[in-house]
C-alpha cells in the first residue's frame, strides 16, 4: 500500500488530498485534509490502521 499526500494549489482556498493506493495503483481511500497535515511514516500507518477515517 502507498500512501500520497497532494497538494491542490487553488489561489482561493489551497488544500492537501491524502490517498490510499494498493500496488496496482487503485484509490482504497481519499481524504481532505489541511495544508498543514505532516505526511510521516507514524501519521500514515495511523490512518490505514485507522480505517482511513476523516482527519
Not at 502507498?2 to 481519499?30: F, H, K, M, R
Amino acid at each position: 500500500m502507498t500512501v500520497l499526500l497532494d497538494i491542490v494549489p487553488d489561489e482561493d482556498n489551497p488544500y492537501a488530498v491524502l490517498s490510499a493506493q494498493d500496488d496496482g495503483g487503485e484509490v482504497l481511500a481519499e481524504v481532505r485534509v489541511p495544508l498543514s497535515f505532516q505526511l510521516k511514516r507514524s501519521s500514515a500507518v495511523a490512518w490505514v490502521e485507522g480505517g482511513f477515517a476523516r482527519l
